[in-house]
């Protein structure tokens, strides 16, 4: 993978394994999203999700406090997912989650279910972060490199974040590939700390 896209490289593994009872949750919702024909409705709705949990700190603290109760937890979480027009399945599913104090779990829970989903179906998902939006041709450009690396289909999931200042940083299943700018940077001062 180093030579597809090429350059200097700190190559990682992922440190967040994907919990049993995730596991288990996404492969129930799976099976059902799969009985309803309706797959890629719920996958869309749990990218959405994963990408509104990343995008709010204040949503992960709500996911994650022990303060706020069951109740509270349910209306909220319906309610985010009513506004952003997700499919019933998705909202019965979270307010099950929620129901049985898992919803702390639910981005594990989409995670795993994507994860699955590609595959069953031949697809390797790449999680593309870059500090700013890619092109049309520069998106089109890493798909390609990616399939020729990993020899088939490529799911690629674009983000951005801004303080990776330049560059890009390409997760691939366990693997992570990280020539951004600022972990360059990073580099450089921990290698000058050390020489002082």
């Not at 492969?27 to 994963?50: G, I």
């Not at 700190?57 to 349910?74: I, K, W």
């Not at 998106?139 to 088939?152: I, Y």
Request: a positive charge.
């Amino acid at each position: 993978m180093r030579s597809v896209v090429g350059g200097n490289f700190e190559v990682t593994a992922d440190t967040s394994p994907v919990s049993g009872l995730a596991a288990r949750y996404a492969h129930a919702l799976l099976e059902l999203a799969e009985s309803k024909n309706k797959l890629d409705a719920v996958a869309a709705d749990l990218r959405d999700f994963r990408r509104l949990v990343s995008e709010s700190a204040e949503l992960r603290q709500f996911l994650r406090s022990p303060l706020v109760g069951r109740d509270q937890q349910m209306t909220a979480l319906r309610s985010v997912l009513e506004q952003a027009n997700a499919d019933s399945i998705t909202v019965n599913f979270a307010m099950v989650a929620a129901r049985n104090g898992r919803i702390f779990a639910l981005p594990e829970m989409a995670e795993a279910y994507l994860n699955e989903l590609a595959r069953r179906r031949g697809e390797v998902t790449a999680r593309v972060t870059t500090a700013q939006a890619l092109s049309d041709r520069q998106r089109q450009q890493l798909e390609q490199a990616l399939r020729q690396g990993v020899g088939g289909k490529v799911n690629v999931e674009a983000e951005v974040d801004p303080s990776l200042i330049g560059g890009i940083v390409v997760r691939v299943g366990s693997r992570m590939i990280d020539n951004s700018l600022r972990s360059k940077l990073n580099r450089l001062h921990h290698a000058m700390k050390g020489a002082g």
